[in-house]
């Protein structure tokens, strides 16, 4: 219990963008969805004439 709580932040502490991002394609590759997610995406930036390049 101690450990934990010196790791607490306040909510108003800033994440850095790499941990969120991090955390975020994490989760993607741990429930597989890195796969499904980056179609909706790219099939929606392709209606907006946007492309990526294919990388899955």
């Known amino acids: 219990m101690r450990g934990a709580a010196g790791n607490y932040r ?3 502490a800033p994440i850095s963008e790499n941990t969120t ?3 975020f394609r994490n989760l993607l590759e741990k429930h597989k969805l890195a796969h499904a ?3 909706i ?3 929606y930036l ?3 004439g946007f492309s990526l390049p294919q990388v899955c």
């Open 10 to 12: 306040p909510l108003s």
């Open 21 to 23: 991002s991090m955390s």
């Open 37 to 39: 997610f980056f179609t």
């Open 41 to 43: 995406i790219n099939a």
């Open 46 to 48: 392709q209606e907006k």
